[in-house]
């Protein structure tokens, strides 16, 4: 009978791999263009006689960075080796885990296959992986992208000669160093992410340069591993510059915005041109102009479009306020909003009309060709709902942040949602008007407790001066931030309403249920600066068992639009609809709310 070792022996064998040694030595493996040194100083890398990686490292500390759990030296001192003419494995059975290095060599590319297990108990601090560690020389002066797991690029930055130190870029699935003698492109497995990191400074000594970098997933217990893929792609060819040309074969020559466009319209006129030259190459310069838009060859966007008559005012009236016209004909095109961020939108209604698909942030598919031709088209669209608030992202058509009212913006307190902070800012008036903020439990007006890590403003809802401030205040965010459509009038975060006699005789259920006393509140508000702003909306929050049933006596104001958020306390069950036994009550609650005015949920435009 064969001993469990020869069967081993005899696997290995099978898979072409030698016997086991006990292995000190570096292990070289070359196949094509590819040579690789595994050893103490991690994947050293050679591509023709060019070096690519000057090693790496991977590292599992103890908490606060007290020691080692898991690293490569420690790894390649206790290593069993395997190798064969292709590939290597190291492992090795620590103290307190376990560390396997498998590295694969082909013409094509190099794999390099991590493995790392923590004993189960424990304690681990921060981990720590640099697959490559690619020398400064080779990539300074090039550029480094990121990539999603889709393909696109999400990120690109030059390599400055300077160093940076730390996170050059956002982490993602893929690495591409360009530099005009080649493209170092690294792949992960899944998992985790890879990100840029700039280590040339002194503490990283000889082997500072540009780093793959990232965590290391451990679950105590189980192993772990991570994968990344290099490979060397030669540059591309310069990309020849292709022609773009409307249906009867006239250049386009310019695209044109207004002398003194607004930066959407200039932003909107910049994103049609970066698109042009992505499909085609051609870069088509962006001119502004006085009145003379409008000629063959053509690109008008924005106003300048209807100052040259090519969209009318008229026709871009009942598309109030997001929507736009695409108008495309044999020689000549223009795209209008209704207003400069519906522009916006139009310019990508456009380049979707050129064949590129926009899936989600970062994610968009875009067609090459030489000779691209603008089709004649003619849309007139408006988004669906008027509130879009969801990744913010212009080509899918959502609410941009910068149409969102923001005390920040103007160096002030405060937000969207709980906007209270704003409103009646309580370091300005609590000492003189105590009673403009939320009676508390002790008996006292709202105060800071010294030892508390959060502090909610809440305010006295029904104080006529509170409406009052809190009216003007809004009126001057108004003013200051005038091309933006969505203010907050909202109660500060948590429970400290105020529980004033006034306040109660508000609420359905005093103390408990108090919807109407908040848009008692957000309703004379709302008729105040309706009067100055009547296109501008106020957003408030149906949110917890608070407010998030519907008034009974008041009803929001036309300029009052409910966030209805459903959130335990009447919504327990995220994974089904409000149908679920457990979301019963937020179930009723936004029911009634449709009923007492759906438009305040949501409105179609
Ligand atoms: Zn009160
Ligand atoms: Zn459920």
């Given amino acids: 009978m064969k001993s469990p070792a020869t069967i081993f022996v005899g696997c290995l064998l099978l898979a ?25 100083s991690g994947v050293v890398v050679y591509h023709g006689g060019t070096q690519l990686s000057l090693g790496s490292y991977f590292t599992v500390y103890k908490p606060d960075y007290k020691g080692n759990i898991v690293s490569i030296g420690e790894l390649w001192k206790n290593a069993a080796v395997t190798r064969g003419p292709n590939r290597m494995e190291a492992r090795a059975d620590l103290p307190e885990g376990r560390a396997r290095l498998r590295v694969e060599v082909t013409p094509d590319w190099i794999e390099v296959e991590v493995g790392i297990s923590v004993a189960a108990g424990v304690e681990f601090g921060p981990r720590e992986y640099a697959a490559f560690q690619i020398p400064p020389d080779l990539v300074v002066g090039g550029t480094v992208e990121v990539l999603n797991a889709a393909g696109s690029v999400t990120e690109s930055k030059p390599v400055p000669a300077t160093p940076t130190r730390g996170g050059m ?170 207003r400069d961020l519906g522009t916006t939108y139009g310019v990508y209604a456009l380049i979707r009309q050129l064949g590129i698909t926009f899936y989600a942030p970062g994610c968009e598919a875009v067609p090459e060709t030489e000779a691209l031709t603008i089709p004649a088209c003619d849309l007139r669209k408006k988004p669906l709902l008027e509130f879009r608030k969801m990744t913010q992202n212009l080509k899918l058509g959502h609410t941009p942040s910068d149409d969102l009212g923001n005390p920040r913006d103007i160096g002030e307190k405060g937000g969207l949602v709980h906007a209270a902070a704003y409103l009646v800012p309580f370091d300005r008036f609590h000492e003189e008007h105590p009673e403009y903020f939320a009676l508390q439990k002790d008996g006292k007006r709202l105060h800071r407790h010294p030892k508390a890590t959060r502090f ?44 004033c006699e006034e306040c109660q005789a ?51 104001e036309p300029n009052v639009m409910v966030q209805f958020c459903p959130y335990p306390g009447r919504v327990y069950c995220q994974s089904h609809f409000f149908t679920c036994e457990k979301n019963v009550g937020g179930y009723e609650d936004i029911q009634g709310w449709f009923k007492l005015a759906p438009s305040r949920l949501f409105r179609m435009t």
């Fill in 16 to 40: 072409g791999l030698a016997p086991t040694v006990q292995g000190i030595e570096p292990i070289e493996i070359e196949q094509g263009m590819y040579r690789v040194v595994a050893g103490p």
């Fill in 169 to 338: 870029v956002r982490p993602g699935s893929m690495l591409r160093f360009h530099t005009a003698d080649r493209v170092i492109e690294i792949r992960t497995g899944g998992g985790t992410n890879v990100y840029a990191f700039d280590a040339r400074v002194e503490q990283y000594g000889k082997r500072g340069g540009l780093w793959v970098f990232s965590g290391l997933p451990v679950a105590p217990g189980y192993e772990t591993t991570v994968t990344r893929r290099l490979r060397v792609i030669p540059p591309p060819e310069p990309r020849p510059v292709g022609t773009a040309v409307f249906q009867d074969g006239t250049p386009v020559a310019r695209v044109v915005i207004r002398e003194g466009a607004t930066e959407r319209e200039q932003f909107a006129a910049e994103e049609l041109v970066a698109y042009i030259e992505k499909i085609c190459g051609k870069r088509i310069e962006v001119r502004p102009i006085g009145t003379d838009a409008g000629r063959p060859g053509d690109l008008a966007v924005g106003e300048c479009a209807v100052s040259a008559g090519l969209i009318s005012r008229e026709e871009l009236a009942p598309l109030e306020r997001d929507g736009y016209v695409v108008r495309v004909t044999s020689d000549r095109g223009a795209v209008c909003g209704w």
């Fill in 506 to 556: 508000l609420d359905t259920v005093p103390g408990k249920v108090m919807t109407d006393r908040l848009i008692t509140y957000v309703n004379a508000i709302a008729r105040f600066v309706a009067v100055k702003h009547p296109e501008k909306q106020i957003l408030t929050l149906a949110y917890t068992k608070a407010t998030s049933p519907p008034p009974i006596r008041v009803k929001p």
């Fill in 456 to 499: 909610d403003v809440h305010l006295c809802l029904s104080n006529p001066d509170v409406q009052r401030v809190s009216a003007e205040r809004l009126l001057v965010l108004m003013d200051k931030q005038p091309d933006r459509t969505f203010f907050g009038v909202s109660q500060g975060d948590g429970h400290a309403w105020c529980r």
